[in-house]
C-alpha cells in the first residue's frame, strides 16, 4: 500500500485548504486512514481519522468543527481532509496513514506517505 498526500499550501488565517491522500495497491477499502501533522519542532500530532467505510470519523479537538475528513470508496480510493478557518497553528506538514486497527490517535498505522506542507500566515 502506499499513499501519497497533496494539496499543500500558502494560505491567510481564516481561509481554506483541501488535502488528498492517494491511497493505491491492493485493498483500498480494508484500510482506515488517518491524517496527522508535524510542525517544525514539534512532535507529531493526529488531526482526524476515517473508518474503512467512511461512516465513523475521529477528530483531535483542536480541529474539531474546522476540519472534515472523507473518502472516496467508490472511484478514486482518495482521502480527504477539508481545512476551513485556518489559523498560523495550523502551519505544519501533513501526513497520512493507514490502518487495519482502527482510525483513532491510538491506533497502529502500518503505511505512511510523505508529507504536504501547510503554511498559515497571520
Known amino acids: 500500500v502506499q499513499l501519497q498526500a497533496s494539496g499543500g499550501g500558502l494560505v491567510q488565517a481564516g481561509g481554506s485548504l483541501r488535502l488528498s491522500c492517494a491511497v493505491s495497491g491492493r485493498g483500498f477499502n480494508m484500510y482506515s486512514v488517518g491524517w496527522f501533522r508535524q510542525a517544525s519542532g514539534k512532535e507529531r500530532e493526529f488531526v482526524a481519522g476515517i473508518s474503512r467505510s467512511g461512516y465513523s470519523t475521529y477528530y483531535a479537538d483542536s480541529v474539531k468543527g474546522r476540519f472534515t475528513i472523507s473518502r472516496d470508496n467508490a472511484a478514486k480510493d482518495t482521502v480527504y481532509l477539508q481545512m476551513n478557518s485556518l489559523k498560523p497553528e495550523d502551519t505544519a506538514a501533513y501526513h497520512c496513514?493507514?490502518?487495519?486497527?482502527?482510525?483513532?490517535?491510538?491506533?497502529?498505522?502500518?503505511?505512511w506517505g510523505q508529507g504536504t506542507q501547510v503554511t498559515v500566515s497571520s
Open positions: 496513514a493507514a490502518s487495519t486497527s482502527g482510525w483513532g490517535p491510538l491506533s497502529q498505522y502500518d503505511y
